[in-house]
């Protein structure tokens, strides 16, 4: 890529905002993430009882929670989807259309 070009982009305020923004809600997702599967892996190294709590004749409340763990992963990344392909997506363009 022309040095040049990569000069532009990153003297753009929106391309300093663009990683701001992206940085921030990352983290934030990160953080979010570990805390949710963190308190699943406590549960299970600590709280065995509480798990093992039968909420059916066979299913135990871990399995609801665990489940719960992976439906959480898969809503963060799709909040995380919708955020780049929207509000990302229009600052990538609007910093492209100011370095032509």
Do not use: H
Not at 53 to 58: A, D, L
């Amino acid at each position: 890529m022309n040095t040049d070009v990569v000069s532009r982009v990153r003297a753009n305020p929106k391309f300093a905002e663009l990683e701001r923004k992206r940085s921030l809600f990352s983290r934030q997702l990160a953080v979010l993430m570990v805390v949710i599967y963190g308190g699943f892996i406590y549960a299970v190294a600590f709280q065995k009882p509480f798990l093992a709590t039968k909420i059916g004749s066979v299913v135990t409340l871990g399995l609801p929670i665990g489940l719960g763990v992976i439906l959480s992963a898969i809503l963060i990344t799709g909040w995380y989807v919708a955020r780049a392909n929207g509000e990302y997506e229009q600052l990538i363009r609007e910093i492209v259309e100011d370095t032509q």
